[in-house]
């Protein structure tokens, strides 16, 4: 997941036996399926967050994993852990569009971050709520956008209550505090960022997160 600070600068049966069968056999392959596109999408997100550096480039890759997290999730439309991702993903193509453009974007994540709290809060470890609370404090208050601290906060709390040693619940929470002047708590969190275990699927997100933690502590100490 980004840091939107972009947009804040501006000052996402067949019946009978045979029918029965198919379906038991099929549970396992439409899970395994989905199982491999989220992972598949986890990875192609950290290539396209950490590897790229041209901006259209970047709004291109975002934009084909968007269209690839889409496919997916018309496969399987319940499947709370692909549609956080789609979030993630439209949220992440926002912080490489910027500026006002940027909302509509925003917009369709939070919607999709609040569909999967009320259906399934703790998905992913509760990355609907990080993600969620990492909008609402980046993201312009009214008239403009839906920002505010207030809610950021409570989300990035509800986060930290299901994964309480967590890198991202742990980092978007020491930014919120960071932006919010509490300077001393901010570098708590973010040192218990750094501390998390690594997750082994994920090894270039957790090295771009440990850059990024690395270069706010290097700003706040």
């Known amino acids: 997941m980004k ?3 972009f947009i804040k600068t501006i000052n996402v049966m067949k019946t009978g036996i045979l029918g029965i069968t198919i379906t038991f056999l ?4 439409v899970a395994n399926a989905s199982n491999q596109s ?29 269209e690839d997290n889409e496919q997916a999730l018309s496969v399987n439309p319940k499947n709370n852990e692909l549609k956080v991702w789609l979030a993630i993903n439209k949220s992440s193509l926002a ?12 917009k369709q994540a939070k919607l999709l ?17 990080t993600s969620l609370g990492s909008l609402y404090y980046q993201v312009p208050g009214w008239p403009i956008g ?10 990035l709390q509800k986060a930290l209550a299901v994964n309480p040693d967590g890198i991202d619940s742990n980092y ?24 998390a275990i690594p997750r082994p699927n994920r090894p270039l997100a957790d090295k771009g997160r440990q850059q990024e933690i690395q270069g706010k502590l290097e700003e706040l100490m």
């Not at 989220?38 to 994993?65: P, V």
């Not at 971050?113 to 709520?129: C, H, K, M, Q, R």
Request: hydrophobic residues 40%; charged residues 25%.
């Open 3 to 5: 840091a939107f600070k």
């Open 26 to 29: 099929s549970i396992p392959f």
């Open 38 to 66: 989220l992972l598949n999408i986890q990875h192609q997100w950290a290539a396209c967050q950490y590897e790229i550096i041209n901006t259209e480039s970047k709004e291109n890759c975002f934009q084909h994993l968007i």
């Open 95 to 106: 912080g490489a569009k910027g500026g006002l453009g940027a909302l509509s974007l925003v």
């Open 113 to 129: 971050f609040e569909e999967v709290i009320a259906d399934e809060p703790t998905t992913l470890n509760g990355s609907a709520y």
């Open 146 to 155: 839906f920002g505010s601290d207030d809610k950021a906060e409570i989300m």
């Open 172 to 195: 978007f929470y020491a930014d919120f505090l960071r932006e919010d002047g509490r300077k001393t708590e901010a570098i708590k969190y973010f040192k218990k960022a750094q501390q």
